[in-house]
């Protein structure tokens, strides 16, 4: 318990000292598509598909949304959903308009598995270039695939 509020607190304290985000503001709705590989417990590969909404602006420290992923990881020719409920935290400081730096928490289900529900802990990172509602995303996570990377569509 202790190693998950320690991941907590440098998560959020890393978010904080990086660069800040305009480009995900309040009302903006983000879908990620993308893949990526598991690399705790059993080592496999997966895809995700994702949609965000950014409902609330902290001023002056950035915007709160909330997300809901899916995804699919193949372990053994075999097929493990996953669906996760996020509450995503987008970093406000350095106003910029090409990167979003964002983390947050997010509950894991995983029907396939002998524990139902888990915590998932991230940190990504949107680039998206001026002027362009396509981008990239590349992400870190504690569950499901825990390094992810993708195409992001924001509007």
């Not at 000292?17 to 993308?34: A, E, H, M, P, Y």
């Not at 909404?53 to 193949?74: A, C, D, Q, W």
Request: charged fraction near 15%; glycine fraction near 12%.
């Amino acid at each position: 318990m202790k190693k998950i509020k320690l991941a907590i607190v440098i998560l959020f304290a890393l978010n904080c000292s990086v660069f800040g985000q305009d480009v995900f503001r309040t009302g903006k709705n983000c879908i990620q598509l993308g893949g990526g590989f598991r690399s705790i417990g059993i080592y496999t590969y997966g895809a995700n598909l994702s949609y965000e909404r950014s409902v609330y602006k902290i001023p002056n420290i950035g915007y709160i949304g909330v997300e809901l992923m899916g995804e699919v990881l193949f372990p053994d020719a075999e097929i493990s959903p996953i669906a996760t409920l996020r509450a995503v935290y987008h970093a406000g400081y350095f106003r910029t308009k090409v990167l979003d730096i964002y983390s947050g928490l997010g509950v894991a289900i995983a029907p396939s598995e002998p524990s139902l529900v888990h915590p998932d802990l991230f940190l990504g990172l949107r680039f998206l270039p001026k002027h362009s509602k396509v981008g990239f995303f590349a992400e870190g996570a504690y569950y499901g695939a825990n390094v992810k990377a993708g195409v992001c569509f924001l509007w």
